[in-house]
């Protein structure tokens, strides 16, 4: 049940995980006190003050120096590869979730500028972000998780660096393919939604409201005797009066104070609306005398955001950002709802009119990222950006010696933070992915529930019977295949959980060594490549640049198959079925 509702992805990943929880408890498969051990899990504590650390380098400003480096790149080959050399190194030990948030509106600026697709450009950044969280314990929250089960099971812990030798060999591969030949499977062109990030101006298949003024040439007349598609390029979806929709938007006078629900690129809707005196019901207006500049900023609901599934209505983007959202976009769907009753889905884009001196507040909403804005100079403190720095720095080093746990460092590290005013000391509450947070404390007793009740001894022994005696090596590579498949249609997290038990139970039944069936586990989980839901940072570039579901599946396979033929090759050598 827990494995078709993670991939049907039509409940929350944190409610199913509580919902599995709930009925291993009812049905007496697990105590109170295992159904708890999750939450206190060390992995759970430590991804918590590692999303604290990430926000801490991304509030203090230390990746814009990289940011403003990579923008002055015009050839987008040469921008691929050198956000995958970038983004690489520092997916080890920064979310990269926020690593690709950060670097994304640079790479649609320049792609804007070149003329290129996004496509070209942002998938190999998103499989860049995941090749460097493999490559050490604390780049990946299925790394922690991994160890964390393995430790749980009587095995040695696993060092900080100790993935390094083949992620970092993995991760050149990698890049040397993306660059070599991925980039002839990637789209030369893709419907993305974006056409001139940068320069303030939305392009896109946008949905807004427009309403008729008294002076409008609109009023009196028809949608049809206005010919509004034929003259203006404008789609009308609906016409709204009050509370209702109009059975005949087209044949229905207009009057005014009715509102049009139209579509269009945005220059085209702004033309119409100008031409026809129309106003947006939802502009914000302006106290005081002072004509402060206004800007238009396009901005994506982020995976695992507060905003997803909310109406705006219920976001404080008003108060906050003394703005308002004149529309939206929704790749592959066409929206027929008023924007207030229209619930917010991942990858929806908002027209945002905001005052320009809001624009570094609106960066720093988790909820969302900034796509395109008009310029504005960012003033940043590089004293606490060399302090964010250096406090992960001592973190890593101070776990890597083993001078301190991995959880103690990690905490130490994130209070430093919040002490240097890296970061507010109320905005780690607001930036921690609270559904992963969740689902970690929730979902990790069903790992206790599938050893307990023999479901993986029972499922490692039909395994074995379809596979035969072909020895250790073939076990290997039936754990990295299941556990790569699983992981796309699950996610990395629920995959590393349900296959963690039983990798060691193939380990025993082959006689061989649990260790390298672990790290086996930990590599085809951290690297999903062949759909756009098997990680964040694919599901982000999804919508961002345009792809097709097949593009992913074009691209990831051949990618997956690689990084599997050389873990067979090398893990065995790292890591020895007999020591």
């Known amino acids: 049940m827990a494995m ?19 009925l291993l408890v009812a049905l007496g498969i697990v105590d109170i006190d295992e159904a708890l051990s999750g939450f206190s899990n060390e992995a759970t504590v430590t991804v918590a003050a590692m999303f604290a650390l990430s926000l801490g380098i991304e509030r203090s400003g230390a990746l814009e120096p990289l940011g403003q480096m990579l923008s002055r790149i015009r050839k987008p080959w040469l921008l691929t590869l050198a ?30 500028r070149s003329g290129t697709s996004p496509a070209r450009v942002l998938m190999p950044m998103a499989f860049a972000a995941q090749m460097g969280g493999v490559c050490t314990l604390i780049g990946t929250s299925s790394n922690l998780l991994t160890n964390s089960l393995a430790v749980k099971s009587g095995l040695p812990e696993f060092g900080v660096f100790e993935f390094t030798k083949l992620g970092a060999i993995l991760a050149v591969v990698g890049i040397a393919y993306l660059m070599l030949l991925g980039r002839w499977l990637l789209p030369k062109q893709a419907n993305t939604l974006l056409g001139a990030v940068g320069d303030g101006e939305g392009i896109g298949k946008y949905v807004t409201e427009l309403r008729i003024t008294a002076d409008s040439p609109l009023r009196g007349t028809t949608i049809a005797d206005a010919r509004i598609i034929e003259l203006h390029g404008v789609f009308p979806l609906e016409l709204l009066r009050g509370n209702e929709k ?67 209505s219920d976001l404080d983007l008003g108060w906050r950002y003394d703005g308002g959202v004149l529309a939206i976009h929704r790749r592959g769907h066409l929206l027929h709802d008023s924007l207030g009753e229209v619930e917010l889905a991942v990858g929806d884009v908002l027209l945002l009119l905001t ?4 624009l570094p507040v609106l960066r720093a909403d988790d ?87 023999g479901v993986a001894h029972e499922l490692v022994a039909a395994s074995m019977q379809l596979l035969g005696d072909h020895g250790p090596l073939a076990a290997l590579l039936l754990v990295y295949l299941l556990t790569a498949v699983l992981t796309e249609f699950m996610g990395h997290n629920p995959s590393v959980v349900l296959m963690v038990g039983i990798a060691i139970s193939v380990a025993q039944s082959v006689q061989a060594d649990p260790r390298p069936f672990i790290v086996a586990v930990a590599f085809a989980a951290a690297t999903s490549f062949a759909t756009p839901v098997g990680y964040p940072t694919n599901t982000m570039v999804y919508y961002a640049g345009g792809y097709r579901f097949t593009d992913f599946m074009k691209v990831g396979i051949p990618l997956i198959a690689i990084f599997c033929a050389i873990s067979m090759w090398l893990i065995p050598q790292f890591w020895p079925f007999h020591p």
């Not at 049009?260 to 502009?283: C, T």
């Open 355 to 358: 005052e320009e001196d809001r």
């Open 4 to 22: 078709v509702a993670f991939a049907s992805e039509k409940i929350r990943i944190d409610m199913v995980a509580l919902v599995v929880l709930a």
């Open 367 to 453: 909820r969302f990222i900034v796509l395109g804005q008009r310029s504005s100079r960012r003033h940043r403190s590089w004293r606490k950006a060399w302090l964010a720095v250096g406090t992960m720095v001592a973190v890593v080093v101070a776990s890597g010696m083993h001078w301190m746990p991995i959880p103690a460092a990690a905490i130490c590290g994130a209070v430093a933070m919040a002490a240097f005013g890296c970061y507010g000391h109320k905005d780690v509450y607001e930036a921690m992915d609270w559904k992963i947070i969740v689902l970690l404390g929730a979902i990790l007793p069903l790992g206790i529930a599938i050893e307990k009740t």
């Open 246 to 312: 109009m059975w005949s938007p087209r044949f229905q006078k207009l009057e005014r104070h009715d509102v049009l629900l139209v579509r269009g690129d945005w220059e085209k809707i702004e033309a119409f609306r100008q031409n026809m005196k129309l106003v947006y019901p939802r502009e914000p207006h302006y106290a005081g005398p002072d004509d402060r500049p206004r800007v238009l900023v396009e901005m994506m609901v982020a995976p695992a955001s507060a905003a997803e599934s909310r109406h705006l």
């Open 83 to 112: 956000l995958m050399v970038t983004i690489a190194p520092m997916g080890a030990f920064v979310k990269n979730i926020a690593l690709v948030a950060t670097f994304l509106p640079l790479a649609l600026r320049v792609c804007t």
